[in-house]
């Protein structure tokens, strides 16, 4: 069975979930404030969500090991080359904050570190193969998360 990011990301969740239950170190964010978390949480699964659909339309392969038909450069695009893990990592924020403790928020950096270096620079490299010029001036013009 291959490990695809959104496993990642569940295992993600699951780690916060255990490091604010049993290791609620520093409480950072209290009482009702915690709430705000859902900001995050909303923003980051629109913008996950987004860019699938336009995979969907224009009939590209979502799973990062395949090969792209098309370089989407709109929707979200325009902002960031990873806009699915950037939802994802907000989703993570907000439920970080919503948790109230410091230590959910390790969990962060320890997935984007793992994002990036299993996934992200494999889908760069296909993408530099498939799409050439066109790709590494995209890359020029946007950066990789925001």
């Known amino acids: 069975m291959r490990i695809y990011p959104p496993h990642i990301f569940a295992l993600s969740l699951i ?34 969500i987004w860019p699938s659909i336009l995979y969907k339309r224009r009939k590209n392969p979502i799973l990062p090991d395949a090969t792209p038909q098309v370089l989407i450069l709109d929707g979200p695009f325009r902002f960031t080359r990873n806009p699915m893990y950037l939802g994802m990592v907000l989703v993570l924020l907000g439920v970080a904050i919503m948790s109230g ?44 998360w925001i």
């Open 101 to 144: 403790s410091v230590t959910p928020y390790l969990v962060l950096p320890v997935f984007v570190l793992v994002i990036t270096r299993r996934y992200i620079r494999m889908e760069e490299a296909n993408l530099t193969r498939q799409f050439g010029d066109d790709y590494l001036a995209y890359t020029k013009r946007v950066r990789r």
């Open 15 to 48: 780690a916060i979930g255990l490091l604010a239950w049993f290791l609620p170190v520093a409480p950072i964010v209290s009482g009702p404030f915690r709430m705000l978390g859902i900001i995050p949480v909303i923003t980051g699964l629109i913008i996950a």
